[in-house]
């Protein structure tokens, strides 16, 4: 586990630029925000999330996150399609608030290409540095 000041990144876990995580299950791809995403936010009230069978490319956008405070997409960190989606997140947005990592997950991808689009995503280390950088510029 990577801390910066009180976020938590775990360093078993990928990650792109915009704040969400990618744990790779064998050929599939487990998606959600991340600790950093999910404190800017604050209150989460309103998960989008596509239905399964959905195919995505790698960096497109696929749902969004609504809080109090703002709305954001979220974006695939891989191509591929969407086999899982977390339902319970349409009942309980507040899961990625309390569990971003766990429960809070979004959707799982079974990847098309990951081994080209794994050398893309960022590790704990390097996504530690981008989140040092926001909470300096105040975010």
């Given at each position: 586990m990577v801390k910066v000041q009180d976020i938590n990144i775990p360093d078993d876990l990928l990650?792109?630029?915009e704040h969400q995580w990618a744990k790779i299950e064998g050929t599939?791809?487990?998606?959600?925000?991340?600790?950093?995403?999910?404190?800017?936010?604050?209150?989460?009230?309103?998960?989008?999330?596509?239905?399964k069978g959905t195919e995505v490319e790698s960096m497109s956008e696929f749902g969004s996150i609504e809080s109090v405070k703002?709305?954001?997409?979220l974006y695939a960190p891989v191509s591929g399609e969407i086999i899982d989606v977390n339902g319970e997140l349409?009942?309980?947005?507040?899961?990625v608030n309390e569990d971003p990592y766990k429960k809070g997950w979004m959707v799982v991808i079974k990847a098309t290409n990951l081994e080209k689009e794994k050398e893309k995503l960022l590790t704990a280390e390097q996504y530690a540095e981008i989140v040092e950088e926001a909470l300096k510029e105040g975010g």
């Open positions: 990650y792109i630029e599939n791809v487990r998606v959600g925000i991340t600790d950093y995403a999910q404190k800017a936010l604050r209150d989460i009230v309103y998960v989008e999330l596509p239905e703002a709305v954001s997409e349409e009942d309980a947005p507040e899961l």
